[in-house]
């Protein structure tokens, strides 16, 4: 640490870091771990020495992010009390990592009325909870998974290359972008029609709008240069009002399941989108470059 020479050496002085421990539940592209004893022991052991080696010291501590980064999951209540409680009582100050998975930012809510609740609790805040918001848990209804033929034909597509934003900003070309601009992301080729489809000004998410209710069994396939689960992790999709907006009922499917086949939307999904949110998210838990998003219906 180096010295505050206007004070004691201390006072005007902090630390910032971040947890995400453990990444099997934590991660970005992670889905169905389970959080343990041995898992909140460890969040013990390693914020005593927090304690110990700054706090105790005089140094302020901020733990700058921290979260269940997909929230969708059992255990992210349990996590997230257990973190802030262990946290808060050794001095330092968790700041939760919101990146449009908790908070929906146009109604200035929260999206799950367990973590609502988790957090008026730790708080003594007086959050809105609304009896219709779902609890942060696993979804129920798995994604239909179909392989689908090379002659059928899709009601749309788009084709080129779509470098995914991982965080770190790197662009199609190799090089680090400091301003948001879609053309060094994306490289159009072909598609059927561009009203149809926004992406994000830093290339983290598609975003496809229909008139879904006239689509009976509609299914997206996606193509990439490296057609594997470490270049793309899972894929994840969800319901806006409009694109590059808040996100509701998100859903994660395994690379594992999906890979070169086609995903049929769940009844959740397609209720959400043919009521008021008609732009469906897409993103991918890693960075890679798509070469296509295809939409088939697959209904009679």
């Known amino acids: 640490m180096p010295a505050d020479t206007a004070e004691n050496g201390t006072n005007k002085l902090m630390v910032s870091v971040h947890y995400y421990d453990p990444w099997s539940l934590c991660g970005d592209d992670m889905a169905g771990a389970k959080y343990t004893a041995d898992d909140?022991?460890?969040?013990?052991?390693?914020?005593?020495?927090?304690?110990s080696n700054f706090v105790d010291k005089g140094y302020g501590v901020i733990v700058g992010e921290m979260a269940v980064c997909n929230p969708r999951q059992n255990d992210t209540v349990s996590w997230l009390k257990d973190s802030v409680e262990?946290?808060?009582?050794?001095?330092?100050?968790?700041?939760?990592?919101?990146?449009?998975?908790?908070?929906?930012?146009?109604?200035?809510?929260?999206?799950?009325?367990?973590?609502?609740?988790?957090?008026n609790s730790l708080t003594g805040a007086k959050g809105k909870i609304?009896?219709?918001?779902?609890?942060?848990?696993?979804?129920?209804n798995a994604a239909e998974i179909?392989?689908?033929?090379?002659?059928?034909?899709?009601?749309?597509?788009?084709?080129?290359?779509?470098k995914k934003n991982e965080g770190n900003n790197i662009c199609l070309d190799g090089s680090v972008?400091?301003?948001?601009?879609?053309?060094?992301?994306?490289?159009?080729?072909?598609?059927?029609?561009?009203s149809k489809l926004v992406f994000n000004n830093w290339g983290y998410q598609a975003f496809l709008k229909f008139d879904w209710a006239s689509l009976k069994k509609p299914?997206?396939?996606?193509?990439?240069?490296?057609?594997?689960?470490?270049?793309v992790g899972d894929v994840h999709f969800g319901a806006c009002k409009e694109a590059d907006k808040s996100a509701k009922g998100e859903e994660v499917y395994s690379y594992n399941d999906w890979g070169g086949k086609a995903i049929v939307l769940s009844d959740?999904?397609?209720?959400?989108?043919?009521?008021?949110?008609?732009?469906?998210?897409?993103?991918?838990?890693n960075g890679p470059v798509a070469t296509g998003i295809y939409v088939y219906d697959l209904g009679e």
């Open 40 to 51: 909140k022991a460890h969040t013990v052991s390693e914020f005593e020495k927090m304690k």
């Open 86 to 119: 262990i946290m808060t009582e050794r001095g330092c100050q968790p700041v939760l990592w919101e990146n449009g998975n908790y908070f929906e930012r146009e109604a200035c809510v929260m999206k799950y009325k367990n973590v609502a609740e988790l957090y």
């Open 130 to 140: 609304d009896d219709g918001m779902e609890d942060a848990v696993e979804p129920e």
């Open 146 to 162: 179909k392989s689908v033929s090379d002659d059928m034909q899709p009601v749309w597509s788009w084709t080129g290359r779509w």
């Open 177 to 194: 972008v400091t301003a948001g601009d879609i053309s060094k992301f994306v490289e159009t080729a072909s598609v059927t029609d561009e």
């Open 219 to 231: 299914c997206i396939k996606m193509t990439f240069e490296s057609e594997t689960k470490a270049s």
């Open 268 to 285: 959740k999904l397609l209720t959400l989108l043919r009521a008021d949110r008609p732009w469906l998210s897409l993103t991918f838990g």
